[in-house]
């Protein structure tokens, strides 16, 4: 047999963080190797050491991060013990890395073809910009494009063209398409998966989505804590997990139970907390004829009851968010009507203090959200204050009041804190109490979970449910995201180019799809995890076979 050097070998990989008490470790001991052109999906929750892996392989690991032990080779290149100019020769030309936010990884200020150049240029590669673009599927026409004319997907496609760029045997996607729906999501994996079949590089693939990885890779390692717990093969791992905390992160995937019936509500149709009646928002004007040249939002009429949870679902660029934003008066409607509780939303720059705020939102990144030099308690104490009849509130009662509601508790060990000493879903649930503090009848959330790890993310599905039935709120749901709508929602709506295509209860909607997109929302969902038992759905093995 002949002897085969590993794309990847890691040895005993121990790193740690310096800080004031010590250092304190993040990778313990790990050991694990990729063969050329396998496919590894490396698995687990924020705060595991997924990406402090990723960092430590390129030796992009930057203070206060610090390497205490172990062996990394790369097609046997020790990079370790490399000097500085070995190691930067190294990156692109033999392993690179694409990282989760692909708008963090673009110079805003330069076109996509100087940026692509430039990697080209670096490295001598031999492929021209043009066809790094035609590779991952993007017109080479958008290559005098900046970044921020691209879209999500687009934008991540450049980076992984860069990434493939120099032909390197190993590239390490590190979260690439978290933020992205998935529909996007499924052809960009549809894409490295080509890709890889055509040129032979291995891949190892960092998430916490298990699902994913049962429809991409060929071998999971799962990590916990800093250490790996369970190496398996995805057939094998599918059949079954053999660690306990194996079987609590697929278990913590919201899944639709087909077998349970309809939970049918009893809805107060007659006063529907949100109304709207061909509602339209159109951006920019051509100015040859006075045409909109964007129509986010055409013609949409809708209804939700008091206490009902609607899921409204769609790809990015749907008009979705543009939706959820006119009806808490953040966006204004180019024409149709929106009620609320029986008012017209109000413009948030005519509100006044005794404005009705029948309905509020809670944001997909709460972390923008809030003011990083303000306390936790500032904020919600500033929501109740603003909120009318605030005068008749013991506010500090109220702020504490709150926390609980959200199951921040103790609220005293949260008042002083400020939001970057706040996990993930800790912030979440500050977004949702404080978009409670105005008492509102609609609860407008707006990807609420899709940053989120899968625990993390039912957890909070499950709070929503929860302030709707204690709290008497109904809850606009939005998301592209089907196995979570199923998951929360009373009813779903589709909407697709600014118009709702289909609409009905959830498991009607999700079990029998009546419309073309629908069906393609619910076939793109990673693992088979949106479709009834006894169906398969292998979209990125056919697609690239």
Known sequence: M???????????????????????????????????????????????????????????????????????????????????????????????????????????????????????????????????????????????????????????????????????????????????????????????????????????????????????????????????????????????????YSRTLLSATPRIDFATPDVIRPKDVAHPVLETAHLVKAYGTNPLTGRSMLMAINDVSFRLAPREIVALVGASGSGKSTFGRMVTGLTRPSSGDIIVDGHTPVPVSRRRKSTPRAAQMVFQDVYGSLNPLHTIGHHLRRAVISAPHAQKVDVEARVASLLTEVGLTPPASYLDRRPHELSGGQRQRVGLARALAASPKLLVADEPVSMLDVSIRRDILNLIARLRDEQGVAVLYITHDMVSAGYIADRIAVMHRGQIVEEGPAKAILMHPQHEYTRRLIAAVPGGLGLPDGHTDNHLTEATT
């Open 2 to 244: 002949p002897d085969i050097t590993p794309a990847l070998e890691i040895v005993d990989l121990s790193v740690g963080y310096a800080g004031e008490t010590g250092m304190v470790p993040a990778v313990d001991g790990v050991s694990f190797s990729i063969a050329p052109g396998e496919f590894m999906g490396l698995a687990g929750e924020s705060g595991c050491g997924k990406s402090t892996i990723a960092q430590s392989i390129l030796r992009l690991l930057r203070a206060p991060g610090i390497i205490t032990g172990g062996d990394i080779r790369i097609a046997g290149h020790d990079m370790l013990t490399s000097d500085e100019a070995k190691v930067r020769e190294l990156r692109w030309r033999t392993a690179s890395i694409v990282l989760q936010n692909s708008l963090t990884s673009l110079n805003p200020v330069k076109t996509i073809k100087w940026q692509l150049q430039e990697v080209l240029d670096r490295g001598g590669g031999s492929k021209s910009p043009a066809e790094l673009l035609q590779m991952v599927d993007i017109d080479p026409r958008r290559l005098n494009a900046f970044p921020h004319e691209l879209s999500g997907g687009q934008r991540q496609r450049v980076v992984i063209a860069m990434a493939l760029a120099l032909s390197p045997q190993l590239v390490i996607l590190d979260e690439p398409t978290t933020a992205l729906d998935v529909i996007v999501q499924q052809e960009i994996f549809v894409t490295v998966k080509a890709l890889q079949q055509q040129m032979g590089f291995a891949v190892l693939l960092i998430t916490h989505d298990l699902p994913l990885l049962f429809d991409v890779a060929d071998r999971i390692a799962v990590m916990k804590d800093g250490k790996i717990v369970e190496t398996a093969t995805v057939e094998a791992f599918r059949r079954h997990q053999e660690h306990p």
